[in-house]
Each structure stands twice: as C-alpha cells, then as structure tokens.
C-alpha cells in the first residue's frame, strides 16, 4: 500500500506538470527540416543592433531575414515579435529535429527529445502519450519489489529537481540572459604588477542606452583598487558608426573613494577594424587636501594627457599590440608611485596581448619613463558580453569578430582610470627664500646673506651651492644657522670674456631629513679702479715749444686697495686739454697750424706718445711743449675706468737773450752795426740763453720797435 501510495503521488506529480494525458492515439509524423529562422518575443526593450549582436549577425542580415517587417525599425519594445536565426543564443536550444532537448532523468523512456509547443503552451497529442506512455513503462519496469521505501523518495527526489529545471531554471535562465542583456558588456581585469600584487585589479560595465546602425549612447562605470585606495569611475560616451570607421567622444568622473579626490576627463576616440587610437585629458576638480602618504604635505589628482594606440594582426586577431604616451604637470608627481616623485613626468607604455577567446585576454606591458624610471605589469582580463552565451565567448573563431568595428562596438573605452596624483609641501614646514643682492657691490666690498626661513623643525644643515669659493662663504652664526653667512666679492676680472657675475643658492635640511633649496640669486661684482694722472718732473716751463721745456703727463689704473695694476685690456687714453684763462678745450696734435700767411699759430703741441712696462705694469706716457702762453689743464679718459682727475700745467713767457736782425742778404746789422734803411724788410730772431730760437714762442703783438733820435732801431 505504501508503495503504491507514492507512485501516485509522482503521476499525479508529472501529470500536474505536464498537464493530462490524451487518450487518442497519435501516430508520429516523419520530421520537418530544420528552420533557418525562429520566431522570438523581445522580453524587454532593445535595439535591433544589439539583437542582432547577439545572434551573430549583421543588421542587414536581420532586416533580410524579417523579409522587410524591420527595415524602419532602429528598437523593438517588450512583447514585440521577429524571426531570428534558428542558432541565435537568444533562442531555446532545439535538436537538429526540431524538438527541444528534455532534461528529465531516465525513469525507463530515456531522453529523447520532445516536440516543441504551440505558442499557447499546449503540446501535441503525440507528446503526451509519449509522455504517459513512457512513464508507463518507467512505473512497471521499476524493481518496486527490491527498492526500499529510501530509494524510492529519492528516486522522486531527484526526477522532481530535473523536472523543475528543466521546466523553470532554464526558462529563468533564458529570461536573465535576456535581462542582462540590456546592460550591455561586462568586464574584470585581474592585475598583477612587478611586485606580485593583485591590488590594481577592476571590475567594468559598458551599458548602451540608445543604440542604432549608426549611433552608440552608452554609460561606463567601473571600481579598481589603485596603492591601497578604491577608485570609482562613472562615465558617459558616444559612438558614431561611419562605415569603415567609427568616432566617438566621452566624459568621466573619476572618484577616489577613499580618500575623496575627484578628477574629470575628456577623451576621443577613432576605430577601424583591428586597429584603435585614443586621447584622453585629465584634470583635478577636487582642491588639495592633507596627504596620507607624507607628514606635511598636501596631494590631489595630476593634471595630465595621454594618447593611445592598439592595433591586432588581421591575419591572426588573436595577437595585439599597444603603444602609449602620457604626460602629467606639477613638480611632485607620483606617475611611478609615491616613492618616486618627479617633476612634470612623462611615460611611454609599450604592450603586448593575447586573447585566446573573447572571454579571456594576457596582457603584457612596459612603461619607460624619464631618470630610468620603469614599471613592468602582467594583466588577465576577463571580458563578458551580457545576454550573449556562453558557447560564443569561448568560441575562439569569435576573436576576430570582436576585432571588427561591429564586435568592438561595446568595447570599454581605453584611457587611464588610475587616478595619478601630484604632491607639494604644506606651508611653514620647510621654506627658505633668497632676497636679491644688491647690484652695486664692488670688489672688496663684503656682503652679509639674509635667507627668509619658515622651519617648524630644527634646521640641522646649510649647504651653499654655486661660486661659493670665489665669493669666500664664511659663516658668523655658526655652521648650522642659515643667517649671517658672509661673501667677500672677489677682484674684478678685466679680460674679455669675465662676466664678473657668480651665482648662489642654498639647501637646508631639518632635523626630519627633509631638504630645500632656496632660488638662485646672482651676485655683480663692480670694479673700483681708479684712473691716474701725473705729471712727472716739473709742471710748469718755458713756452718755448722746445723739447727742453717739454711737460711729461703719465697716466696708470689702480685697484680697489690703491694698488698700481695692470690691465692688459686698457685702451690708449683719449686726452683733454683746457686753456684755463680762456675755457676752450684745445686741439692737441703734433705740430701748431699756419695763419693764412702759413705763419705758426702759437699752440700746445705733442712732443711724444709711448707707453712704458715699469714691474709689469705698463704705463701710458706723454710729452708735451707749447708755444702758447698760458695755464692749462689736462685729463686723461681711461675709457671703462673713466677720467682722471685733472693735473695743471704751466707755460710761461721765457726772456729773450740775443737777438738778430738779418737783411735780406741774411746778414746780421747789430753785428754790422749798419743801420736800416727804410723800405727794406728786415727778419728778427730771438735766442735764449741755450741759444735756442724762441722767435716763435713770442706773440708778434708783444714785439714792439723802438727807433731813438740818432737813427738806431731796436726791440
């Protein structure tokens, strides 16, 4: 009776499911060919390019197929209707009979495939007496007998659990794969960089919201763990499909979550089959915030640009490479992690990879930066493509579909989700500032330095750098106080190619080892050089324009210190000479000009130019005479050590000693003691007591004739 009691329970069971039995026998027809085309109800809304995505075919392929009933159409709405091919994955599977595969246990009537439905759900006549007859066959082949009362209930059991897959789980199935459908294109990336880690591995989801042949309106939103910090990236994009390409442009916010920084992006795009490029910019819409990887300092997202390339091997898709250069702005940067801060970085990404199927793809990578910065990083990416089956992502004749415009179509946009970070110090911690140095010191002179300090800790070294030799850097406070330090200017270099200017900054470092330089201030050194003149012998002679009346002028430079030096770099001094009764400033040249009877003017004149190497130094000399009578005064200009200053010279009237007064015949009459006879020109000359002719040396206005009553003429 017991036994009894639970097959009925299991018939009234299957009965239920399956609905009640037909008494009229039906004989089995011979079966139909299989369809190239199914009918299938949309569960949800969708756009026939995503449709036809997911059955692996073109857009014109399906329009062909509904024989014109979807030409116009870009979407279909829950419940709509339309044929798709017979081996879509949104379809359930069907034998090449065209009965769909039972998965009910063998209860004595085996597996074989039932005849589908009809669209109200009933099922053939045909199916249900072979139903009823195979369970027959299943309740009066059992060994009821031998089968303890166990045995049976878990007989049930399990023919109960495969019924109610078969009959709901797959169903469901179908119906989530739908659903999920909708969301687009899923996808993990399991990182591991050169140190063995996986914390850089994300999660990402690619959803479109309007899709046609010839545009994708998508969201992105991703999560990844990056140095121990959780970053969220939510983003929006569009793609244009033109045929052989495909262009599009998108927008991001970046948000680390951890530590609330915040970065927008901008990037586009360019695609053709098997081949990609990208740009992308970054910028920080968070303000700085206190740094958790450095006491005192402050840190916030890096502004920066990259551009992207990824090409596949046409002639075997399965095989990328990948090219990228990034460039990123401040002067801490952390582009190759917090313990390597650079100062406006950049990187070129060299990569290789591997997809095996669509599902699943290795990446390699290089990254090469500047100051022989460089990062290695292996990547297992595992890209699922919601709605679509399982079969196909691991169908590896799929890869090169997914390299074409139209299998890429949902592919995850390519730019940088890290969120690089750039660095500075807080102020007050460390700073030291250097006033500019007056620029009229000159050499000899000494200068105390001042450095403008902020230290909240101790200051335990001063480090000057540059010209510190020269300029004789000596400290007045103490070795470790950057105060007071003192420069001595060095001798002012006169040769050509001396700048005379020298260069300092300095470094300090606390006592939490933390070092700064200060900006780079230029020290000037001017000359103090002073231009001489001095008359060497006596100042004052005789107008006589003879060489022994000659004045000497010499003229040298000296140092800062009164020192005679020498200058090899010293130009032949320009001379400037004054009458001092009268204030014109004279022509000085070799010899007097004539008057319009070719008579010599009287006039200061050179007697010599030289110069002359006295212990090594040379010294510029002149000589002068004059015929002119007069108080003058005379300067030497050195040229980049100026004027002298002026040095007086005398030239007085000298007193004639002898005269003679030739006739024409050039006889002398004082010494004929003849008298002159009127009418005659008769030519006087003055003699000094060197017997010198001075005659020139006297002004005609000062001669003056005299003639006494017994005929006798002289001066």
């Known amino acids: 009776m017991k036994i009894t009691m639970r097959l009925s329970i299991i018939a009234l069971l299957w009965m239920g499911c399956e609905g009640v039995m037909a008494t009229e026998s039906v004989g089995h027809a011979a079966p139909a060919p299989a369809p190239t085309s199914r009918l299938y109800t949309v569960p949800t809304d969708s756009s026939v390019y995503q449709l036809a995505l997911q059955s692996g075919v073109s857009v014109a392929e399906l329009r062909a197929l509904n024989h014109g009933g979807i030409d116009r159409r870009e979407a279909m709405k829950a419940g709509e209707s339309l044929l798709l091919p017979a081996n879509s994955p949104l379809l359930p599977v069907v034998d090449n009979t065209g009965l769909y595969v039972n998965n009910l246990p063998e209860l004595g009537m085996g597996n074989d495939p039932l005849p589908k439905a009809d669209k109200d759900g009933r099922m053939p006549a045909s199916a249900l007496e072979m139903k009823a007859a195979g369970a027959a066959q299943s309740v009066g082949g059992q060994d009821w007998n031998n089968m303890t009362g166990d045995q049976v209930q878990n007989q049930a059991e399990s023919w109960a659990k495969n019924k109610a897959k078969a009959e709901v789980l797959n169903p469901v199935q179908q119906q989530a794969r739908d659903f999920l459908g909708q969301f687009g294109k899923a996808q993990v990336n399991i990182t591991v960089d050169d140190k063995g880690s996986l914390k850089g591995s994300s999660g990402s989801l690619l959803s479109p919201w309007y899709d046609t042949d010839s545009m994708l309106i998508f969201s992105q ?348 770099a010293l130009l032949k001094p320009t001379w400037i000479v004054t009458n001092l009764d009268t204030g014109a400033v004279l022509t000085v040249n070799d010899i007097c000009t004539t008057d319009a009877q070719n008579t010599l003017q009287p006039c200061v004149s050179i007697k010599s130019d030289r110069t002359e190497v006295r212990d090594g130094v040379t010294y510029y000399i002149r000589e002068v005479v004059s015929t002119l009578v007069g108080r003058f005064s005379v300067v030497a200009d050195l040229g980049r050590y100026g004027k002298t200053a002026p040095r007086e010279m005398v030239f007085s009237k000298q007193s004639a000693l002898r005269a003679e007064i030739l006739d024409p015949d050039g006889k002398d009459i004082l010494v004929a003691r003849t008298s002159p006879v009127v009418g005659v020109t008769y030519t006087v000359k003055l003699f000094n007591a060197a017997n010198d002719d001075i005659t020139q040396t006297f002004a005609p206005e000062t001669l003056h004739w005299a003639l006494d009553g017994g005929e006798q003429c002289g001066l």
């Open 221 to 568: 939103v991703g999560i990844h763990g990056q140095d121990g910090r959780t970053i969220g990236n939510l983003g929006v994009g569009v793609r244009f499909d033109e045929g052989d390409w495909m262009w599009g442009g998108n927008t991001f916010l970046d948000q680390d979550i951890s530590r609330n920084h915040t970065r927008g992006g901008v990037g586009g795009e360019l695609w053709t089959d098997n081949l990609k490029f990208a740009a992308n910019y970054y910028h920080p819409l968070s303000s700085w915030k206190d740094s958790k990887d450095f006491d005192d300092y402050l840190e916030r997202p890096a502004e920066g640009y990259d551009v992207r390339a990824q090409g596949y091997l046409p002639s075997y898709p399965h095989l990328g490479a990948s090219v990228v250069y990034e460039q990123y702005f401040g002067d801490e940067v952390a582009l190759f992690g917090k313990e390597n801060l650079q100062e406006d970085p950049h990187a070129v990404t060299v990569g290789v990879d591997y997809t095996p199927v669509p599902l699943v793809t290795l990446k390699l990578s290089h990254k090469e930066g500047q100051n022989g910065k460089n990062e290695e990083k292996a990547d297992l990416v595992l890209s699922y493509q919601l709605g679509t089956s399982l079969d196909k992502q691991l169908d590896p004749e799929q890869v090169a579909v997914a390299r074409s415009l139209r299998g890429s179509r949902y592919d995850m946009v390519d730019r940088n989700y890290d969120i690089v970070l750039e660095y500075k110090e807080k102020a007050g911690v460390l700073e030291v500032d250097l006033a500019a140095v007056p620029t009229d010191l000159l050499e000899g002179d000494i200068y105390l330095m001042h450095p403008l300090v902020r230290s909240k800790y101790k200051i335990t070294a001063v480090n000057w750098n540059g010209d510190i030799i020269p300029l004789a850097m000596t400290p007045t406070a103490g070795n470790t106080n950057p105060d007071g330090w003192q420069i001595t200017l060095p001798t002012w270099d006169s040769s050509p190619t001396a700048t005379n200017r020298y260069r300092l900054s300095v470094t300090l470092t606390n006592e939490k080892g933390k070092q700064v330089t200060s900006n780079e201030v230029e020290v000037v050194v001017g000359q103090q050089r002073q231009s001489k003149l001095d008359v060497e012998g006596s100042a004052s002679k005789q107008a006589s324009g003879l060489g022994a009346d000659a004045i000497q002028l010499v003229t040298y430079v000296t140092n800062h210190e009164g020192v005679v030096i020498n200058d090899p």
